[in-house]
Nanobody, 126 residues
Framework: QVQLVESGGGLVQAGDSLRLSCAASGDTVSSFGMAWFRQVPGKEREFVAAMSWSGGSIIYGDSVKGRFTITRDDAKNTAYLQMDSLKAEDTAVYYC???????????????????WGRGTQVTVSS
């Protein structure tokens, strides 16, 4: 079992940066892919970024390419999402997820991830 806790969300202005953290406890996540999704009330959960367990595959959603960066520190059992040049449309609850055990496929699919955090709110004012 893996427990995930996100942190680092908050209220910022357009153009600012934020770094989200996802701390894992329980089993080590070094063998799992890590991903970030986001959701706005009334809309489906949207894929943001993912990194495979090996770090060899990194994928970003089209809306965040060039602005967001996903990293992981397996020694700290933590994943990060660096968000730069934030826009009002980035406002959402951001969720961390772990899954894709020893795999590099289907990293953008919600169904790949059995473990989820409770989310952290990011609000970007324009």
């Amino acid at each position: 079992q893996v427990q995930l806790v996100e942190s680092g969300g908050g209220l910022v202005q357009a153009g600012d940066s934020l770094r989200l953290s996802c701390a894992a406890s329980g089993d080590t996540v070094s063998s799992f892919g890590m991903a970030w999704f986001r959701q706005v009330p009334g809309k489906e959960r949207e894929f943001v970024a993912a990194m495979s367990w090996s770090g060899g595959s990194i994928i970003y959603g089209d809306s965040v390419k060039g602005r967001f960066t996903i990293t992981r520190d397996d020694a700290k059992n933590t994943a990060y999402l660096q968000m730069d040049s934030l826009k009002a449309e980035d406002t959402a609850v951001y969720y961390c997820a772990a899954g894709g055990y020893l795999s590099s496929v289907r990293l953008t699919f919600i169904s790949t991830y059995p473990y989820w955090g409770r989310g952290t709110q990011v609000t970007v004012s324009s």
